[in-house]
C-alpha cells in the first residue's frame, strides 16, 4: 500500500494544483465580467441593482 501512495500521491497534488488554478483564474475573470454587467445594468436600469451586491 505504502509504494501505491508514494505514486498517487506525487500526481494528485499537481492535478489538483493545475485545475484549482485554471478554476480560480476563470473565476476572477468571471466576477469581473459579472461585475461589468451590474454595472452597465446598474448604470442603464436603476441605481438599486449596484447598492445590493
Do not use: C, W
Not at 1 to 6: A, D, G, H, L, Q
Not at 26 to 48: M, P, R, T, W
Amino acid at each position: 500500500m505504502n509504494s501505491i501512495k508514494k505514486i498517487n500521491v506525487p500526481k494528485r497534488p499537481d492535478f489538483l494544483e493545475r485545475t484549482r488554478h485554471k478554476v480560480l483564474t476563470f473565476g476572477y475573470d468571471y466576477v469581473i465580467f459579472k461585475s461589468k454587467v451590474k454595472k452597465y445594468l446598474a448604470s442603464s436600469k436603476e441605481q438599486l441593482t449596484s447598492i445590493h451586491p
